[in-house]
């Protein structure tokens, strides 16, 4: 059979998986700097890009690499680039340019250890709230939190076409441990990869307006080179684009802005659940965390407790309907992080009623299943008295 007729099975690096499925989903721009553990993200894409007539830069910062994949966006170019904590710190102002002008782009965040400079080399999920709140201001953004390598693929592929349909930054943040791990991973065939790209704005030029509300929440973007006017700011604009103050305007514009992602929570939910149905103590955990949860979890069920694990894989906006649809027998729910504590409180907020507790490493090492399995049977112990 030909490449295009069969699935391909590749060993790959979690890192070198993100490039690739970029390349499927249509990126055809990477600007970057490299930054420890996300460095063969770029390296891959300066081999691949190539190859398919798109156009790999190594920029002087992180800081322009971040502007320069905007400018490639609204040229037209599905666009994208990568980092890791301090980087993504620096990203941040020219990120919440996109969030309020709305320019589709891609950033893979590869967590590290932190804060400042903090353990270059050792696993960490100290981005999490980095990544919902980092630009200052109201903001839009989805974040998605894959757990294996195949679905590093698959979900950076899904960010492509989040970030095309809605007009919307999406992030991919990736835990250290399998940005570097390597797994048997199943790459779809191409002509079986579902790929969505913009809307692209049709009818007359001279009544265009880039940032009008016509019946739908996620204006056309006007295609380069096809004669349609447009201003780009990120002064708060009406819908013309240009700049503006006056207080209707704005809250029209910015309720649709600030809205349009709930409006389209189909698209973007996801999460995966394991023995929740009867679960008393539920995990909720995300990443290379929830691959220990799920194993506690197994083992806490050969013992006879009731435990469950709730993964989110979209993190932001958070799939907070279905988490509170599984929490309905649970006595007590546990929030395992590598970090000082950052999503337990989105949790807690979730779950409000039913007691929420923590799990933390701050230490540069993974948590692991029996970490998780004994704070189960502390849950469990608890729970009975």
Same mark, same amino acid.
């Given at each position: 059979? /030909?490449?295009?007729?069969?699935?391909?099975?590749?060993?790959?690096?979690?890192?070198?998986?993100?490039?690739?499925?970029?390349?499927?989903?249509?990126?055809?721009?990477?600007?970057?700097?490299?930054?420890?553990?996300?460095?063969?993200?770029?390296?891959?894409?300066?081999?691949?890009?190539?190859?398919?007539?798109?156009?790999?830069?190594?920029?002087?910062?992180?800081?322009?690499?971040?502007?320069?994949?905007?400018?490639?966006?609204?040229?037209?170019?599905?666009?994208?680039?990568?980092?890791?904590? *301090?980087?993504?710190?620096?990203?941040?102002?020219?990120?919440?340019?996109?969030?309020?002008?709305?320019?589709?782009?891609?950033?893979?965040?590869?967590?590290?250890? #932190?804060?400042?400079?903090?353990?270059?080399?050792?696993?960490?999920?100290?981005?999490?709230?980095?990544?919902?709140? #980092?630009?200052?201001?109201?903001?839009?953004?989805?974040?998605?939190?894959?757990?294996?390598?195949?679905?590093?693929?698959?979900?950076?592929?899904?960010?492509?076409?989040?970030?095309?349909?809605?007009?919307?930054?999406?992030?991919?943040?990736?835990?250290?441990?399998?940005?570097?791990?390597?797994? @048997?991973?199943?790459?779809?065939?191409?002509?079986?990869?579902?790929? @969505?790209?913009?809307?692209?704005? +049709?009818?007359?030029?001279?009544?265009?307006?880039?940032?009008?509300?016509?019946?739908?929440?996620?204006?056309?973007?006007?295609?380069?080179?096809?004669?349609?006017? /447009?201003?780009?700011? #990120?002064? /708060?604009?009406?819908?013309?684009?240009?700049?503006?103050?006056?207080?209707?305007?704005?809250?029209?514009?910015? @309720?649709?802005?600030?809205?349009?992602?709930?409006?389209?929570?189909?698209?973007?939910?996801?999460?995966?659940?394991?023995?929740?149905?009867?679960?008393?103590?539920?995990?909720?955990?995300?990443?290379?965390?929830?691959?220990?949860?799920?194993?506690?979890?197994?083992?806490?069920?050969?013992?006879?407790?009731?435990?469950?694990?709730?993964?989110?894989?979209?993190?932001? *906006?958070?799939?907070?309907?279905?988490?509170?649809?599984?929490?309905?027998?649970?006595?007590?729910?546990?929030?395992?992080?590598?970090?000082?504590?950052?999503?337990?409180?989105?949790?807690?907020?979730?779950?409000?009623? @039913?007691?929420? +507790?923590?799990?933390?490493?701050?230490?540069?090492?993974?948590?692991? *299943?029996?970490?998780?399995?004994?704070?189960?049977?502390?849950?469990?112990?608890?729970?009975?008295?």
């Amino acid at each position: 059979m /030909t490449n295009s007729a069969q699935h391909r099975i590749r060993n790959l690096q979690g890192n070198h998986a993100c490039a690739l499925a970029a390349v499927a989903a249509g990126c055809r721009f990477y600007a970057g700097y490299p930054i420890t553990p996300s460095s063969e993200v770029a390296e891959r894409m300066a081999a691949e890009l190539p190859r398919v007539g798109g156009t790999f830069i190594q920029m002087e910062d992180e800081i322009a690499s971040m502007g320069a994949v905007l400018g490639a966006s609204i040229g037209g170019i599905k666009a994208m680039t990568a980092t890791s904590g *301090p980087g993504f710190s620096l990203k941040q102002e020219n990120l919440g340019y996109a969030m309020g002008a709305e320019i589709p782009c891609v950033v893979i965040n590869v967590m590290r250890g #932190g804060p400042s400079t903090g353990m270059p080399t050792r696993p960490a999920q100290g981005d999490v709230m980095q990544a919902r709140w #980092g630009s200052h201001g109201d903001t839009v953004v989805i974040a998605l939190v894959p757990a294996s390598v195949a679905e590093i693929y698959s979900q950076t592929v899904r960010a492509f076409n989040l970030s095309e349909q809605l007009r919307v930054p999406v992030i991919v943040l990736i835990d250290e441990i399998i940005g570097h791990l390597v797994e @048997t991973v199943e790459i779809p065939a191409s002509d079986t990869l579902v790929v @969505t790209g913009r809307k692209w704005a +049709s009818g007359p030029a001279e009544d265009f307006k880039p940032y009008a509300i016509n019946g739908s929440d996620i204006p056309a973007m006007p295609r380069p080179g096809a004669g349609y006017r /447009t201003h780009i700011t #990120g002064l /708060t604009h009406a819908e013309d684009g240009f700049p503006t103050q006056d207080p209707a305007v704005v809250a029209r514009v910015m @309720t649709r802005l600030l809205g349009k992602l709930d409006h389209h929570r189909d698209l973007i939910d996801c999460y995966e659940t394991v023995a929740c149905d009867d679960a008393e103590i539920l995990i909720v955990a995300y990443g290379i965390t929830a691959r220990s949860a799920h194993r506690a979890v197994h083992q806490a069920r050969a013992q006879g407790l009731a435990a469950g694990l709730f993964r989110p894989v979209t993190l932001w *906006p958070f799939p907070e309907q279905a988490l509170r649809s599984v929490t309905r027998c649970a006595q007590a729910v546990l929030v395992p992080e590598m970090n000082g504590g950052q999503l337990c409180w989105e949790v807690d907020r979730i779950c409000a009623g @039913t007691p929420v +507790s923590r799990l933390n490493r701050i230490d540069g090492e993974s948590i692991t *299943p029996d970490q998780i399995q004994q704070r189960i049977i502390e849950l469990a112990e608890h729970a009975g008295h």
